[in-house]
């Protein structure tokens, strides 16, 4: 590990995870900044805007209701630059321990596929995900990627007999994150909880990491500078993802 990069405070609850480690039931969540370095911006940059948005504008149940199509535009354009990014290191890593470690969970804030395209097909998306789209009637998701899936212009249902018009798959503030039984479940579980570039501000992911320490895991943040729960963790490492990541799952395995 790069120490001029990174700082590590060193654990109060140890635990030999290197000896039993094929025994570890591994939780790792992610949030926007393991994307950053893939160049998908994250959503607490310096001015508090997404995309030149405010959140309430484009976020909210809310700006859905009373301005439909500036919601979809914002929404359409995430969707078209799933197709200028690509994974870094860190989804790679990630993907590389799921190969390698069986009793590993992938849990992910991000709404984009860079973990599914490193090769983490099981990832839990809690805040829904950009290559589906949901139908306001039925609530089904779809997953419409294709060319004429993109465009400006509002998309109709294909489960409904009447077709009903769609909206983004995503988790809006006010809403309630996706499959949260099973997240639960898995963090209460866990012997190691490693959080990824992640700020720490939105619950109920941020309060995971309590949720672990209950359950008596050990915890890691890896993070480009000290989020707002930093206090909860065990073990912290300050850097890119991107560089620090597939070192520390290294020497796990
Ligand atoms: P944030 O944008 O709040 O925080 C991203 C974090 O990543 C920050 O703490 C950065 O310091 C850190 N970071 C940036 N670049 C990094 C890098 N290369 N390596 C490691 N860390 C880096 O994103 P989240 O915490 O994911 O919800 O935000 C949580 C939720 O807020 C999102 O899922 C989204 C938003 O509301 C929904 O869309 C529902």
């Known amino acids: ?8 405070r060193e654990l109060h609850r140890g635990l030999a995870i290197k000896d039993g480690m094929e025994e570890t039931k591994v939780v790792v969540l992610t949030g926007a900044g393991i994307s950053a370095e893939s160049g998908v911006r994250t959503f607490r940059d310096g001015d508090g805007l997404w995309e030149e948005h ?13 301005d439909p199509v500036l919601v979809w535009r914002f929404y359409q354009a995430r969707r078209r630059q799933l197709f200028d990014v690509k994974p870094n ?41 950009l290559r589906t789209l949901r139908c306001e009637q039925s609530e089904r998701s779809e997953p419409r ?64 990491v309590n949720v672990a320490n209950t359950a008596g895991a050990k915890t890691m943040l890896v993070n480009l500078e000290a989020p707002a729960n930093a206090d909860s963790f065990d073990e912290i490492h300050l850097g890119k993802a991107g560089e620090i990541l597939p070192e520390v799952l290294g020497l796990l395995l």
């Not at 405010?54 to 009373?66: F, G, K, L, N, S």
């Not at 890593?93 to 090769?119: C, M, P, Y």
Request: with cysteine.
């Open 54 to 66: 405010r959140i309430e504008d484009v976020a909210t149940p809310q700006a859905w209701m009373a």
């Open 89 to 129: 290191p860190a989804h790679e890593a990630l993907a590389n321990f799921a190969q390698k470690h069986s009793q590993f969970t992938l849990i992910t804030q991000n709404v984009d596929d860079l973990h599914e395209r490193a090769g983490n097909d099981a990832t839990i998306h809690m805040h829904g995900r």
């Open 1 to 8: 590990m790069n120490d001029s990069c990174c700082y590590v």
């Open 145 to 208: 990627m294709d060319e004429r899936d993109l465009g400006d212009e509002f998309l109709m249902c294909k489960c409904c007999a009447t077709p009903q018009r769609l909206r983004p798959d995503i988790v809006w503030f006010g809403e309630t994150p996706m499959r949260m039984d099973e997240i639960y479940s898995a963090v209460e579980n866990c012997d190691l909880f490693i959080v990824v570039g992640s700020s720490g501000h939105v619950y109920p992911a941020a309060g995971l």
